[in-house]
């Protein structure tokens, strides 16, 4: 993997190996995409599940969006005539990059912790631009965000208008 450099300050990046990115996908990736940016208090969870933990733990969660992601038309976003991509932001505790992730390619490198380096919603967009590069998804119907994760979406759709069709900032 390649350095990931910072767009709001060009003069830093991660090293290589350093970027993780936490994600879900729910509905039928073959439908149109729709990518939900999280604020940085919430985790890729946006419907209810299970989740298995690296210990084969089996852990219940909440989803932060049960109301307004699911199947059939009740739902804003529909999951019979969309797929959801969610990533959990950088520098949220949520799995992907963080001042807790380690500072380096391996997992034994010790944490960013007060050397992670500060970042914007500029930075947090290019992020889930990278995620979306990974899973091979060129075109969104939709970026969506609420609170932090709606000043990723509205981030998302200045720097990259030809990715989306809508975008959706809700208290951001």
């Known amino acids: 993997a390649a350095p ?9 990046e991660l090293p290589a190996g350093t970027v993780r ?3 879900a996908r729910l509905g039928d990736p073959s439908l149109p995409a729709v990518l939900i940016c999280p604020s940085m208090s919430n985790s890729v969870h946006v419907v209810d599940g299970e989740e298995t933990r690296a210990d084969g733990q089996a852990v219940q969660h909440r989803g932060w969006w049960r109301r307004v992601v699911g ?17 959990a932001p950088m520098g949220s505790p949520f799995g992907s990059t963080s001042p807790l992730t380690p500072s380096g390619p391996g997992e034994n ?3 960013f912790r007060s050397s992670f380096p500060q970042i914007t919603p500029l ?3 290019a992020h889930q631009k990278l995620l979306l590069d990974e899973l091979g998804v060129s075109k969104l119907h939709a970026v969506v965000g609420g609170s ?4 990723q979406s509205i981030q998302f759709a200045a720097n990259f208008p030809e990715m989306y069709d ?3 900032a809700v208290a951001a």
């Open 21 to 23: 990115i936490k994600y």
């Open 123 to 125: 930075d947090q967009a």
């Open 166 to 168: 809508l975008f959706f």
């Open 4 to 12: 990931f450099r910072l767009r709001s300050n060009p003069d830093h």
């Open 109 to 111: 490198d010790p944490p």
């Open 148 to 151: 932090m994760g709606g000043m």
């Open 71 to 87: 199947h059939g038309e009740d739902f804003g976003i529909d999951l019979d005539r969309f797929h959801v991509i969610v990533g």
